[in-house]
C-alpha cells in the first residue's frame, strides 16, 4: 500500500484504535428517545462538536445519509444535514480530523459525486472520508422518484457507480463507460483527489453482498452486530471481512458502532439509560423503523421483537457501553481486542457527554496502549 494511503487509513496518527462520532448530523442523533435534551442536530452544535472533538484528539466523524423522518412523537431524525455539504464545512473550519459524508450512490450521479468528493477532499487537505450506501429506504427513494433495485442489483450499481468515480479520480484521458447500470460517455475531471491518494471508502453492507462489495472496494467495512449477543461472535464476523479481503488480495479495516452511557457511577449511567432509552424512549418511532424493515412481532415472534425494538431504541442498533469509566474504557478495550480498527460512538447529547468521555475514558484507553494522548 502507498505510503500516502496508510497515512490517510490511519487517519494521519498512530492511534491503534480509531474513535469517532457517529450520527450528529441528525436530530436525536442514534437515540430514539424524547428526552427534552436530545441530540439538535443543528449546524452550531455541530460545529462546537467537531472543534470539540479535534481538541481531544478524536479521529472522525461518521454522518448518516437520511432524506426522511421516521415519524413518532418526535419525528426522529426528522431534521438532517445533507452530508457532502456538511462534511466539507467541518473540514474548512477544522485540520487534523477525518470528516467522512454518506452519500446514496443510486441517487447522486458519479460524475458530480467525484467532484463533489475531490471539492472536499481538497478543502480538507485530505482528510475527506466516504461511505457508500447502496439503499435500503424505499420511502426515501420515494423522494427522488427512483425505484429501489433489487438487493444484487443495488450493489450491481454501486460497482459500476464506484468504477465510474475512481476512473475520473486516476485517470487524465477523457474515457467512455457501458455498463448494465450507467453509461456514459468522454468523460474526465480534474483535479484528482488531494495529495495524489484517494478518500478513505468505506461501507457498511452486512448481506453477503454488501461484504463482498466492500472488500473489494473499500478500506474500512462498518458492521453491527446485530445476531452476535458475545465478543466472540463480533470476533468471528471481524474475521471473515478480513479473509474475504485477503482471499482478494486486499486488507480492510474493521470498524463497528457504538452507544456510550457514561456517568460517575455504575448507578447513575444505568438509570440515565434506563430512562432515555426505556421510560422516555420515542416507541412509535421505533416501531415505524423496524417495520419499515419488516420486523414484526408476527414476522419474528414476540420475545425476539421485544429484543430487536430494545437494541433499536438504544442507538439503532450499536453496540451498548454503559457504566461508569472504569466499566467504558474496559468494554471499548474488550471490543477493540476482537479485532477491530475503531468505532463510531454515539452519545444522547454529543457536546454535553463528551467532554466526561473524553477527560475520563480517553486516558485510560491511553494507558491500555489503545490511544496516544492528545496531539
Ligand atoms: C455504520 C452504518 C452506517 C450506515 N449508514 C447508513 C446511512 O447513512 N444511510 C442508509 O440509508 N443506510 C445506512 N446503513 C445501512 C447499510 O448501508 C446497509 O444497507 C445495511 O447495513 C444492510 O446491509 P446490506 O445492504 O448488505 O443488506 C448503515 C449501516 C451501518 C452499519
Redesign the pocket.
Given at each position: 500500500m502507498n505510503e500516502l494511503l496508510t497515512e490517510r487509513r490511519a487517519m494521519y496518527n498512530r492511534n491503534a484504535f480509531k474513535i469517532g462520532l457517529?450520527g450528529s448530523n441528525c436530530s436525536s442523533g442514534r437515540a430514539i428517545t424524547k428526552v427534552p435534551e436530545r441530540w439538535s442536530g443543528n449546524w452550531p452544535d455541530n460545529l462546537a462538536l467537531a472543534l470539540m472533538a479535534e481538541k481531544r484528539g478524536l479521529d472522525f466523524m461518521?454522518?448518516?445519509?437520511?432524506w426522511k423522518g421516521y415519524g413518532g412523537d418526535t419525528n426522529y431524525q426528522g431534521e438532517t444535514y445533507e452530508?457532502v455539504t456538511w462534511a466539507t464545512g467541518l473540514l474548512a473550519a477544522t485540520e487534523r480530523i477525518t470528516v467522512f459524508a454518506?452519500v446514496?450512490a443510486p441517487l447522486l450521479h458519479p460524475v458530480f459525486a467525484a467532484k463533489q468528493f475531490v471539492t472536499a477532499d481538497h478543502i480538507g487537505e485530505g482528510r475527506f472520508g466516504l461511505?457508500?450506501?447502496?439503499?435500503?429506504?424505499e420511502g426515501?427513494f420515494k423522494m427522488f422518484g427512483a425505484n429501489q433495485r433489487d438487493?444484487e442489483g443495488?450493489?450491481g450499481y454501486g460497482q459500476e457507480w464506484i468504477d465510474i468515480v475512481r476512473r475520473i479520480w486516476e485517470r487524465d484521458e477523457p474515457f467512455d463507460f457501458s455498463g448494465e447500470y450507467l453509461s456514459v460517455g468522454e468523460v474526465q475531471g480534474g483535479p484528482k483527489p488531494y495529495g495524489g491518494t484517494q478518500p478513505l471508502i468505506m461501507?457498511?453492507?452486512?448481506?453477503?453482498?454488501?461484504?463482498a462489495?466492500a472488500v473489494k472496494n473499500c478500506d474500512a467495512l462498518?458492521?453491527?452486530p446485530v445476531g452476535a449477543d458475545t465478543v466472540d461472535q463480533l470476533a468471528d464476523g471481524i474475521q471473515h471481512a478480513k479473509d474475504l479481503a485477503i482471499r482478494q488480495g486486499r486488507e480492510i479495516d474493521v470498524?463497528?458502532?457504538g452507544v456510550v452511557t457514561c456517568l460517575p457511577t455504575m448507578a447513575e449511567a444505568e438509570e440515565y439509560h434506563r430512562h432515555c432509552i426505556i421510560d422516555d424512549a420515542d416507541w412509535a418511532a421505533v416501531d415505524s423503523i423496524l417495520a419499515m424493515k419488516n420486523i414484526s412481532p408476527e414476522t419474528i415472534g414476540a420475545a425476539e421483537f421485544e429484543r430487536r425494538r430494545h437494541h433499536q431504541a438504544h442507538g439503532m442498533?450499536?453496540i451498548p457501553i454503559v457504566g461508569d469509566p472504569d466499566h467504558v474504557a474496559a468494554e471499548i478495550a474488550r471490543i477493540a481486542g476482537a479485532g477491530l480498527r475503531g468505532i463510531?460512538v454515539s452519545f444522547v447529547n454529543y457536546l454535553k457527554e463528551l467532554p466526561y468521555f473524553c477527560d475520563e475514558v480517553l486516558p485510560r484507553l491511553e494507558r491500555m496502549g489503545l490511544r496516544e494522548g492528545r496531539p
Open positions: 457517529f461518521l454522518p448518516i445519509g437520511r452530508t454518506t446514496h461511505n457508500i450506501v447502496c439503499g435500503w429506504n426515501e438487493h443495488r450493489y461501507n457498511a453492507g452486512a448481506s453477503p453482498t454488501g461484504q462489495f462498518f458492521c453491527t470498524y463497528s458502532v442498533g450499536g463510531g
